[in-house]
Each structure stands twice: as structure tokens, then as C-alpha cells.
């Protein structure tokens, strides 16, 4: 079966498990993704030849960056000291404590694959701990134990595992070396981490700027930070790529608000393409299992050193093993906490089983255990590997079946166990009950978020010919967006965005006058539409301030949209002949001074010595939009009214609305929104769709 033949398989399979997950909730997915991939691999004789590197870059990378991206940065700050307990310490831990016990237990394992099989089992899956420490409340330092471990633990374990790896294939182990190597490969991992996610970030802040929203475009280059980030560092760096994924997801996750605010539109389209991404690569993960399972089965079936019986006995026996260490080590986590005279040995007891059974084995264990080579350097073949893919394997089904059957009777109700491929994934509002209420939106936040979604859409609809009716609709927009922010907002915010206003106003009002003055002096326009022109701006300029603090509001639409009318309405006030030259003049003028407001605001907020980031972007977008409409509007004033402007205005309106139905479904499905704002936002839209239907029926029977 060629490669492509193979990957539709798989994908097939994955929602084949998942169409029967959704009539068998109570069965974890991943528990019946393996047994789909081994009833295939059984039936068709399906086999699958994994190359270790490209296995590690195609699966882990993403899928640690992912969680990292996911987990909660409110959490992440409370259970900073528990990460460096519970995901460094109890996973060096496991690692020789367990990889000794797992060698006094079977002596035909080498040492060091002993060492190298308790690492990859020793990461938790983040979503199968936290799904379960919910459902069984678990108090809050031990939930933040359990959950915060699964994140951290993945990079940590899967270091231990390489090294312990390499000793296994090469025969070399220095004591010396492997600290030096551990502590050059996770500083230099975390540093390639933060200065890599920081690049992005940067690129995509700057992107912004310059208003390249292209949806497309940013949303492949955030789903392919971890491949790059992965392949950057442990290819040219020779450091952790997996820890520098975590700290590039964990970074970037800090600056995702702001990507929500300022482009909610690619936010959401790249937040369904990770979920896609997980939900494919988790699925195949746990399908390769099932269809390697025959093979680790054979092989340790056809091993004279051990029965099948045996084999089996000794799944459960490192699963006891791993459990023992989890336990201890949280019983003993409680002794040392504040709460401790409140809890009596029954209920420490309770609660390190409840730590220990939900320590659930998932993706990233299997990710790692099937990189396992089939010789060694010398060319021998490694040491018991297919007994290690059993064992592997079998702790990640029994830690499943034992969370399922076990957890229920030991917290008193009945669980659903989730992982990756089965949840959407982790987000900011899960941390607590109170966290959760501070990350919901009341309507005006929603309306914001749906109405900045439909600005962007635009923004990515425009083109050459349809510039005029993009900045229209956006302007409609902005004017939303501006009446709801002015609720929104207190005394000191309105204060500094109308202080913002008149100060950038005043930036472009005196680029104006340069440009007017520039035009007059180069003969470019008569004498008398320069001073009426020159008198205008000047009183614009003189009453900004008055103006803008009596409204209290952004004022430069009302000043765009009407700049021309004004200087009309003076035209006439004086007598002045409103001939076809002197209009196409005025126009040109308009345009013009449009165009070198633009030019001034750009180069004011470029000077160093201006701090860009300090002024208010709904101002500068808002000031912005208002010109390029006035840029617009002039050079195509033949075309308002013609039937292919209707046109554009209409498709356009279907499409924003479509935008708004997207970011409205995004934030049902996120739980940022409560059922009856979400009733309330969806008459909302649909009242405006049918305000277009009306109108285009009209602008149809007109035509």
C-alpha cells in the first residue's frame, strides 16, 4: 500500500472511530481507534514502516505546541512551583525508580530500555487528566498538580527518553556528558522557543500594521510555527525541540487576545484548523497503535524468553509500578501543603489514588515509543523492542480502562474520559468557576467580536475594482463598532481615545495644508480653490479641539464624508460658480489632501519618537478608513449608483454576515457566551440579512 493509500486509510478510520464514539461516549475514542486500527491490521495485513525523525516532527511537534498554545496561562502562573515538582522531578523519578523496578522485573530488558520504556511512559495526556480531575473534583492544588504536570511532563519525559535511547543503540553512557547534554539541550530548547515564537510575532504584529489580513496566508503560517520551530532547533541547534515547541506554544498563547481582537477572523479560522490538525494526527496516532499492535503481539508471542501470559502480567505490573510512584509522590506533595491539618489519612489517601488513576498514558507515549529503532548502531537488532511496543501499548489501554472503571467508584459518580482527538481542547476559561465567568462577554463584547469579524471579511474581500463599496461598508461597521465602544468604555479610556483623536486629527489636518499649500505652489489648482479650500482646513484645524471633546467621540467620519460637501456649501455661501472645472478641481483637491493625511499619519506614528503603540488602533484604523473612502469616493464618483456598485455592495453585505454567523459560532462553541446572548447576537444577524434581502429585492426590481 503506497503512502497516500495509507494516509486516506487512516483518515477514514479515525472518523469511522469517531461516528462510533459519538453512539458510545462512555468508550473513550482513542480505546476504539486502536481497536479499529488492529481489526484492519488483522483482516488486510495492513503494516506501516515509521521513520523515527519525520514520526517526531509530524506528530509530537505539533501536538505538544498545541497544548502549550491551549493551557491556561491563569493555571500555568499558580502551578509554577508544582511544574517543577511534578513535571521534572516525579518524571526523573519515574524514570529510575521505575526504569530500575521495570529491570528487576524483567531482566531480559536492558537497563537503559528499562530507563528509555519508564520515560515514555511517563507523560500524562493533558486533556485525559484534565477532563477527569474535573469531573471528580479534585481539590484545587492537586487539580493543579495533575493538570499542570501533563503539559510540562511531555518535554521532560521525552528528553529523558532520548538520552536513555541513545545509550541503548550505542552502548555509550558518561554521567558528566548526559547532565551537560540535558542542560544544554532544554536551555538552548527554551531559549529557541521563546526568541523563535517571538519572531512570529512579531512578523504577524507587523503583517497588521500594514493591513495584510489575508486569512489564508496568516493562518498557514501560525499552524506551521511548530514544524519550524521543531526542525530549527534540533536540526541546527542539536538542542530539545520538544521543550522549544511547548515554550513557542505557552508564548504565544499570551498574545493571543490580541489576535482576537484585531483579527478575529483569522483567529477563528486558524482555531478550526488546530482543531482539525489534533483531531487528525491524535486519531492516526492511536490507529497506528491498534495496527502495530499485531506485530508487538507476534513478536513477543514468538519470544521463547516470555509467554503471552506473561507478557500481559507484566502490563499490569509496570502499570501498578507507575501508579505506586504517582501515588506516593502526591500523598507525600500533600504533606508539605498549607492545608495539611485539615486532612485526615483517609482523605490524603483518596486523593493521591484519584492523582495517580487519572494519571492517564496518551498520544505523546505512543508518538514515542514508535520511534524506537529496529537495530541498534552495531546493527543488532535492539533489544526486546516489540516487547517494549506491548508493554507500551498495553499501559496506555489499561491506564484507560482502569481511569473508566476505578475513578467512578472511588469519586461516586460516573465519568467521560477525554483525550486530544476527542475535545475540542483545552481553553482559558476552564481554570475555575470564577475564571470562567471573567473570560464570558456580555451582548456589547459579543456584538464587538462578530462586527470586527465582519470588518476583516471585508478587508480580505477588497480588490482593485471594488475598493469603493469595501471602505462603504466598513465605514457602516466601524460607526457599530465606535457607538458600542463609547458604552463600553470609562470616563478615563473615552478620555483617551478622544485625546488620541485630536491629537492624530491635528497630524493630519496639518499634512493637509503642507499638500494644499504644495499644489498651489506648483500651479496645480487656481487661487480661488486654494483659499476656500486653505480657509476650511484651517477652521477644521482651529475647532478640532472644541469639537472632539464636546462629541466626546471619534468625529473624523462626520469630517471625511462631509469635507467635500462643506467646501460646496462655502463655495456657494459666496457666489461662487459651481462650473464642471471647478467641481472636477475640488474633487482632485479632496483627493489629493486625502492621500497626503494618510502619507502624514503614516509618518508620525513611524518616528521613534513616537510610541505607536500607545494610541488607541480603533482610532488610527478608524482615521485611516475614513480618508482611502475619501481617496476612493472621488475617483470613482461616475460610478456610485451604477448597477455593478449595487452589486459589489450587496455580495459584500452577504459575506460579512456570513463572517459574523462564523465568530458567532465560534463563541458558542468556545463557551464565551451565554444561550441567551447567543439567541439575541443571532436575531441580530439575522435581521440583518434580512434587511439585504429587502433591499437587493428592491435593487433588483429596479434594474
Not at 250 to 268: H, M
Not at 409 to 419: F, P, V
Request: aromatic share 10%; charged share 20%; glycine share 6%.
Amino acid at each position: 500500500m503506497t503512502v497516500v493509500e495509507t494516509v486516506i486509510l487512516l483518515v477514514a478510520l479515525v472518523l469511522v472511530s469517531n461516528l462510533v464514539n459519538h453512539y458510545f461516549k462512555t468508550i473513550p475514542v482513542s480505546l476504539i481507534q486502536i481497536f479499529i486500527g488492529t481489526t484492519v491490521a488483522l483482516v488486510f495485513n495492513l503494516k506501516i514502516d515509521l521513520n523515527s525523525s519525520w514520526f517526531l516532527l509530524l506528530f509530537i511537534a505539533p501536538l505538544l505546541y498545541n497544548d502549550g498554545r491551549k493551557f491556561p496561562k491563569h493555571e500555568l502562573w499558580k502551578l509554577k512551583g508544582a511544574i517543577i515538582n511534578n513535571a521534572i522531578i516525579l518524571v526523573f523519578i519515574t524514570i529510575l525508580v521505575g526504569g530500575y523496578l521495570i529491570y528487576l522485573v524483567i531482566p531480559s530488558l536492558p537497563l537503559p530500555v528499562s530507563f528509555a520504556l519508564a520515560a515514555v511512559l511517563a507523560p500524562t495526556d493533558p486533556v485525559a487528566v484534565h477532563s477527569i480531575s474535573k469531573q471528580v473534583k479534585l481539590p484545587d492544588n492537586i487539580l493543579h498538580l495533575v493538570s499542570g504536570e501533563s503539559l510540562i511532563n511531555d518535554a521532560s519525559g521525552l528528553i529523558g527518553f532520548k538520552y536513555a535511547l541513545g545509550v541503548a543503540v550505542t552502548g555509550y553512557f558518561s554521567f558528566s556528558q548526559a547532565i551537560g547534554d540535558f542542560f544544554y539541550m532544554a536551555s538552548i530548547g527554551l531559549l529557541a522557543g521563546i526568541i523563535l515564537i517571538n519572531l512570529v510575532i512579531f512578523i504577524i504584529e507587523w503583517l497588521v500594521v500594514k493591513g495584510f489580513n489575508d486569512v489564508i496566508f496568516n493562518t498557514v503560517l501560525q499552524v506551521s510555527v511548530p514544524f519550524i520551530v521543531y526542525l530549527l532547533t534540533e536540526k541546527y541547534l542539536h538542542a530539545s525541540g520538544v521543550i522549544a515547541v511547548v515554550v513557542a506554544g505557552v508564548f504565544f498563547s499570551s498574545k493571543r487576545a490580541t489576535f482576537n481582537s484585531v483579527q478575529p477572523e483569522i483567529n477563528l479560522v486558524s482555531e478550526r484548523m488546530w482543531d482539525i490538525i489534533v483531531y487528525l494526527l491524535n486519531g492516526t496516532m492511536f490507529t497506528i497503535l491498534g495496527v502495530e499492535l499485531p506485530v508487538a503481539t507476534m513478536g513477543t508471542i514468538k519470544n521463547e524468553r516470555i509467554s503471552t501470559p506473561s507478557a500481559i502480567l507484566l502490563v499490569f505490573i509496570v502499570w501498578f509500578i507507575l501508579l505506586a510512584i504517582r501515588v506516593i509522590w502526591t500523598y507525600c506533595y500533600q504533606l508539605f501543603d498549607h492545608e495539611k491539618s485539615d486532612k485526615s489519612f483517609r482523605i490524603r489517601f483518596k486523593i493521591a489514588m484519584l492523582s495517580g488513576l487519572s494519571g492517564v498514558r496518551g498520544a505523546i507515549t505512543m508518538a514515542a515509543a514508535l520511534t524506537i529503532p529496529l537495530h541498534t548502531l552495531s546493527g543488532e537488532v535492539f533489544p526486546e523492542r516489540a516487547l517494549v511496543l506491548f508493554i507500551a501499548a498495553g499501559v496506555i489501554i489499561l491506564s484507560m480502562i482502569m481511569a473508566i472503571v476505578t475513578l467512578p467508584m472511588i469519586a461516586g459518580h460516573t465519568l467521560e474520559l477525554e483525550t486530544r482527538g476527542g475535545v475540542v481542547g483545552l481553553e482559558e476559561h476552564d481554570d475555575s468557576d470564577e475564571d470562567e465567568d471573567s473570560f464570558m462577554l456580555n451582548l456589547n463584547q459579543a456584538k464587538l467580536y462578530i462586527l470586527k469579524s465582519a470588518v476583516r471579511s471585508l478587508e480580505e474581500q477588497r480588490r482593485m475594482n471594488n475598493q469603493l463599496a469595501v471602505y462603504h461598508l466598513i465605514l457602516e461597521y466601524q460607526h457599530m463598532i465606535k457607538s458600542i465602544e463609547n458604552d463600553e468604555r470609562g470616563e478615563d479610556e473615552t478620555l483617551a481615545a478622544t485625546t488620541d483623536e485630536i491629537k492624530l486629527r491635528k497630524v493630519a489636518l496639518k499634512g493637509q495644508l503642507m499638500e494644499l499649500q504644495r499644489l498651489f505652489r506648483t500651479n496645480q489648482i487656481h487661487k480661488k480653490s486654494y483659499l476656500k479650500s486653505r480657509k476650511n482646513l484651517l477652521k477644521q484645524l482651529k475647532n478640532v479641539d472644541h469639537i472632539a471633546r464636546i462629541r466626546q467621540t471619534w468625529l473624523f467620519p462626520t469630517f471625511g464624508q462631509s469635507l467635500g460637501k462643506i467646501l460646496r456649501r462655502v463655495s456657494l455661501w459666496n457666489g461662487v460658480r459651481q462650473d464642471e472645472t471647478y467641481g472636477v478641481e475640488m474633487r482632485f483637491i479632496e483627493r489629493t489632501l486625502a492621500k497626503a493625511a494618510i502619507k502624514s499619519l503614516s509618518e508620525y506614528l513611524k518616528n521613534p519618537d513616537v510610541n505607536e503603540k500607545a494610541f488607541n488602533r480603533e482610532v488610527i484604523y478608524h482615521l485611516i478608513i475614513g480618508y482611502r473612502n475619501i481617496v476612493e469616493k472621488q475617483k470613482s464618483s461616475d460610478f456610485l449608483g451604477k448597477k455593478e456598485y449595487q452589486d459589489q455592495i450587496h455580495k459584500l453585505r452577504f459575506r460579512s454576515v456570513s463572517a459574523q454567523r462564523l465568530s458567532l459560532q465560534y463563541l458558542v462553541e468556545q463557551g464565551y457566551i451565554t444561550h441567551q446572548i447567543a439567541i439575541k447576537l443571532q436575531q441580530y444577524i439575522n435581521h440583518e440579512e434580512s434587511l439585504i434581502l429587502r433591499s437587493s429585492g428592491l435593487h433588483n426590481m429596479d434594474h
